[in-house]
């Protein structure tokens, strides 16, 4: 339990003044505008829209600017931006069938119709640090083009599920439960589960991935299609009642491919795990499609060994704001708690020495 | 032609017309409704309004759906003094921009201004769409890669 304390208003004020200082840095650099933050910090912006969950790069790097880089403060500031907001209903579901193809791999099949497309990638990078970046003046980038148009690009996943080896995805229309607006029940439902993961903190997920690649869990999938692009958003205004395009927005998508050992009512097939991100955050789609994966053991009838397999484990503790606004608290004057302890610890001491003298006592 | 465009479920012209208005970039879209220089007078039914609308996906991309998350969206909605109606939502925060689309789109369904906006504001804007979709595909098509596997050892 903390306690309300008062005072300290003059030195908070100087506190946000000297952050205000500090951000800013060095004057004799030049400011960073919210455009180039957008611009140029692409991925951090789309890491700080992903996980605050509200699409607008500007916002979202303003969001950067204010919290000197830090995406979780970022994170934070975008959530409670978009508390001030009226909601103009729900978007139909995304065709990402029809997405306009920036990046298409799959590491399941080399040759895929459509073909594999690297887009704009680090893949393949060597990882040195390239001191061009660092002197001055901009580099000329020579762009190769090729003015063929991409071939259609089908899901890779269809082609397994034209042979029926695969599990089909689910056809359920019913209205998604929204977890900005219900409290999550457990066990959640996949729409429920895959909403949460999507607004997850990145490093949680990755991590959470990795444990159960690694063996704590059962989750060793083949990436099976990874595609990023932009994607036509509608919405069904009431005004109107008619569809209409309000945005065409970036997104990458992942289907990871799982075995499946078969059940008593189930053949041995593969299943799926579905990931997506705002953006190009590859690494988040592909941990959201691990661990999508991963909370299904209980409903394919798996064992449910470990953490990264356990629903209530793995989805209350996503959140990087609620996560890091629990961990803060403790910076909260906890004056009267640790008061109460330090009593205790005090009394136990002075007990324990009274009765060490009194055996002393005794045995002499 | 596109191979992967997003333009399939624009089908009456107006909702091509709005998706268009909508893509628009905003500068782009006020210059050329500047130049021109309607002033045609209206009512707001609903002045421009910033809010927030969730973005559903299908799980598995074609499943069943759910929420991804939310994007922000400005709306407006106004009636010329002939009585039609404007109607705008656009990605984003920009009022001015919804504004303009709504009157755009109200005028559009005038027989009087439909033809002039449709060649001088419409067809100019889609081209651009067009060239910077085709453009961004030129791009990404030089990326495409064959791969070929090794033989490994241990499979000899």
Not at chain 1, 41 to 47: N, Y
Not at chain 1, 147 to 167: A, F, M, T, W, Y
Not at chain 1, 198 to 224: C, K, N, Q, T, W
Request: charged share 25%; net charge negative.
């Amino acid at each position: 339990m903390y306690v309300a304390v008062k005072g300290g208003e003059r030195a908070i004020d100087n506190a946000h003044a000297l952050l205000a200082e500090r951000r800013r840095g060095d004057r004799k650099v030049t400011e960073l505008s919210v455009a180039q933050i957008q611009n140029q910090l692409p991925l951090a912006v789309d890491r700080v829209m992903t996980e605050g969950s509200v699409y607008d790069p500007e916002l979202a790097a303003l969001a950067l600017k204010q919290a000197s880089g830090d995406a979780v403060e970022a994170i934070f500031l975008l959530r409670a931006y978009r508390t001030t907001l009226p909601r103009f209903g729900y978007s139909e579901p995304l065709d990402t069938e029809a997405m306009q193809i920036e990046r298409r791999i799959s590491g399941t099949f080399k040759d895929l119709p459509g073909g594999q497309t690297l887009g704009a990638t680090y893949d393949y990078t060597h990882r040195l640090l390239d001191f061009k970046l660092l002197a001055e003046g901009e580099q000329p980038t020579e762009l190769e083009t090729d003015d063929r148009p991409l071939e259609p690009c089908p899901r890779v996943l269809e082609l397994l599920n034209k042979e029926g080896l695969i599990e089909p995805s689910p056809k359920a229309d019913a209205r998604p439960r929204d977890i900005t607006r219900e409290p999550v029940d457990y066990p959640a439902e996949r729409a429920v589960r895959l909403q949460n993961l999507v607004r997850g903190d990145e490093g949680f997920l990755l991590s959470l991935s990795y444990a159960s690649m690694r063996g704590y869990g059962d989750s060793h999938p083949f990436a099976g299609e990874i595609r990023s692009g932009r994607v036509a958003v509608e919405l069904v205004p009431e005004e109107l009642g008619f569809p209409i395009v309000v945005a065409d927005i970036a997104l990458t998508e992942c289907e990871m491919v799982n075995q499946f050992h078969g059940s008593k009512t189930e053949p041995a097939q593969f299943t799926r795990g579905y990931g997506v991100s705002f953006g190009y955050n590859e690494r988040k789609a592909m941990t959201v499609a691990l661990m999508e994966r991963a909370l299904r053991a209980e409903e394919l009838g798996e064992a449910v060994n470990y953490p990264t397999q356990d629903q209530e484990f793995v989805l209350s503790h996503t959140d990087c704001v609620s996560a890091n606004g629990f961990v803060s608290h403790l910076k909260l004057p906890h004056y009267v708690d640790f008061q109460s302890e330090l009593e205790m610890i005090r009394r136990l001491r002075r007990e324990t020495a009274e009765r060490d003298g009194q055996t002393e006592e005794a045995e002499v | 032609m596109m191979s992967a465009s997003t333009e399939q479920v624009a089908n009456t012209p107006r909702q091509q017309w709005m998706a268009v208005l909508a893509r628009a970039d905003a500068s782009q879209l006020e210059a050329r409704w500047q130049a021109l220089a309607l002033q045609p007078e209206y009512q707001f039914i609903r002045q421009p309004e910033i809010g927030l609308t969730m973005i559903r996906g299908r799980v598995g991309g074609s499943g069943s759906p759910f929420n991804m998350g939310e994007m922000t969206l400005t709306r407006c909605a106004l009636r010329l003094a002939g009585g039609t109606l404007g109607v705008a939502y656009i990605a984003g925060r920009d009022k001015q921009h919804a504004l303009t689309a709504a009157l755009a789109d109200a005028l559009l369904q005038e027989a009087t201004q439909h033809d002039r906006l449709q060649a001088e504001l419409i067809a100019p804007l889609a081209a651009e769409h067009q060239k910077n979709c085709v453009e961004r595909e030129a791009k990404t098509r030089a990326t495409q890669v064959q791969f070929f596997t090794m033989v490994r050892g241990e499979d000899e």
